[in-house]
């Protein structure tokens, strides 16, 4: 499990710890390891010239210190900094160690070269910093650290500006001008080729939009150890084993969980054979239909292990392919069928269609029972403009997801997965849990039908609602890398993946037996 600490948590665990260190020992600890990561750069990508981008800081501390160390070992380095701003034992350390250092004030001026305004796309090439890094192939970024709130000074936005695309970009950290807390992206912050953090993650390398800006994240240990809980928790593939239910000897049909599946429409009748092959691959004791007439024959022919109709279930999934619009008398029957489980005391993850019934009077029903909601941005939407009476946009909930999901338990006390790239998990109480484990070839039509399958197979069988939708979440994007092998993919056959996904999964760091 990868888990993300917010800044003054991180801070308070620094605090801790350099009471038992010497002075220096800390930040000594971090330059090693920093220096370790990129001099393994310069080597896998014959790497001629780094330039550091210090700011007044720590980080800017750790980069000046980093490219002094390389210089040492024959790297031609260069550091650009603020004149007079800069932490003077590292400043040191790279005059002696005769790194090429470019000053500058804050006001953009080079000696009695003014920079000017360096724009993306539409930088001059005569200007100074513009020559200075146009040679870089690695810039070392230790603008900002963690104690920034996203965006950057006039001053770092320019250097930012001039970095040439061809570069590969090392955050010390995270990537300056973007909210450590993981909030809103910058558009002039830092977007790194890969962030070095030390010894835990901060909330900006796992949740969306700013997990884009972080690169590839590597760690180095300099032994810290937060005390507070995480503000982030992501599962990875070694969890499995330790949370998937397995059954015993001991375990019938009936323990192993009945899941209650009310799917599909005649205008959307394969949501319903998604939904209920989903739940029989990934290992339900039994499933339970409720659907129209098509939808129904087809289950019947694709799924015959499903039974027809209601019974006594341990969980529900209600609403993947229920159309809220369809006049029938089918129809009609299918959304009554889904108000019913929303008055029932049993979990239920609602989908889809189901989420159009959601309002203040399903919260106030389902209060103290376990409901996990799983919208994309749009449904995301309007669940909080319905709730709210406050217009909310796509783009808003896109901006700023963590947010918006957690806007969302609150006002329903359930669980809410927010599917995306990276997928937000948001329980009533507790960290944000946050997966990004599928290929992109899974935004394709059915790929939610099956994870609501998943999900409600895990709270049949006695998983609360935050770590089913986690877990769900994680097995279904790994079963779908699995199906994909790196080519497009349809959802039927995530869901065809899933018995030898999770046999991995649950094998995976077992001895092997000879």
């Known amino acids: 499990m990868i888990e993300a600490f917010a800044t003054q948590d991180v ?15 800390l930040m000594a600890r971090a330059v090693e390891g920093l220096i370790e990561v990129v001099s393994a750069r310069i080597e896998q990508l014959g790497a001629q010239r780094v330039v550091a981008l210090v700011g007044t800081g720590n980080n800017g501390a750790d980069a000046l210190y980093a490219v002094a160390g390389l210089a ?13 701003k800069v932490h003077p034992g590292a400043y040191a350390a790279a ?28 930088a001059d090439k005569t200007s100074p910093i513009v020559q200075f890094l146009s040679e870089a192939d690695i810039v070392l970024d230790g603008i900002l650290g963690i104690g920034g709130r996203g965006g950057l000074p006039r001053w770092g936005a320019t250097w930012v500006a001039a970095v040439p695309d061809t570069a590969y970009v090392i955050a010390v950290d995270v990537p300056s001008g973007q909210d450590p807390n993981g909030g809103a992206l910058s558009a002039d912050g830092v977007f790194a080729d890969e962030t070095v953090t030390f010894s835990v993650a901060k909330p900006a390398h796992l949740l969306p939009p700013t997990e ?20 982030v928790r992501r599962l990875t593939r070694d969890d499995v084993a330790d949370l998937w239910p397995v059954p015993t000897a001991a375990d019938d049909k009936y323990s192993r969980g009945v899941l209650g599946v009310v799917a599909g429409s005649e205008r959307y009748a394969g949501a319903a054979v ?3 092959t989903s739940a029989v691959e990934a290992g339900i004791g039994m499933v339970r239909y409720i659907g129209p007439a098509t939808p129904t024959g087809l289950v019947r022919q694709a799924v015959p292990e499903a039974v027809i109709g209601a019974g006594q279930v341990q969980a529900w999934v209600a609403g993947p392919g229920v159309d809220p619009d369809e006049g029938t008398e089918a129809g009609r029957a299918q959304r009554q069928a889904v108000v019913d489980v929303l008055d029932a005391p049993e979990p239920v993850v609602l989908d889809a269609g189901a989420l159009d019934l959601v309002d203040d009077s399903v919260a106030l029903r389902r209060a103290g029972r376990t409901t996990v909601l799983t919208p994309h941005a749009g449904e995301c939407a309007r669940l909080l403009t319905r709730l709210t009476s406050q217009e909310v946009t796509n783009s808003e909930v896109s901006a700023d997801p963590a947010s918006a999901a957690r806007r ?6 359930a669980t809410v997965l927010l599917k995306g790239s990276t997928t937000i998990v948001v329980g009533p109480e507790g960290p944000v849990r ?23 197979v895990l709270l049949a069988q006695g998983l609360d609602g935050p770590v089913a939708a986690a877990l769900g979440s994680l097995v279904h994007s790994v079963a779908a890398d699995d199906a994909s092998g790196g080519g497009p993919l349809r959802a039927r056959r995530v869901a065809q993946a899933l018995p030898s996904t999770i046999a991995d999964l649950l094998n995976r760091g077992r001895p092997t037996v000879v």
């Open 11 to 25: 801070y308070a665990a620094e605090s801790t710890l350099m009471q038992t260190l010497a002075e220096g020992e």
């Open 72 to 84: 040492l070992t024959g790297v031609n380095c260069a550091a650009l900094h603020l004149s007079g």
């Open 95 to 122: 005059e002696a160690a005769g790194v090429v250092l470019l000053a500058a004030d804050e006001n953009l001026t080079i000696g009695d070269f003014s920079w000017g305004e360096v724009e993306p796309g539409r």
């Open 212 to 231: 884009a800006a972080a690169g590839t994240l590597t760690f180095v240990d300099i032994g810290l150890l937060p005390s507070a809980e995480p503000s």
């Open 274 to 276: 998604l939904a209920v």
């Open 408 to 413: 969302l338990a609150e006002l329903t006390g």
């Open 434 to 456: 946050s997966q990004a484990d599928g290929p992109a070839w899974l935004a394709t039509a059915g790929a939610g039908d099956v994870l609501a399958g998943v999900i409600g």
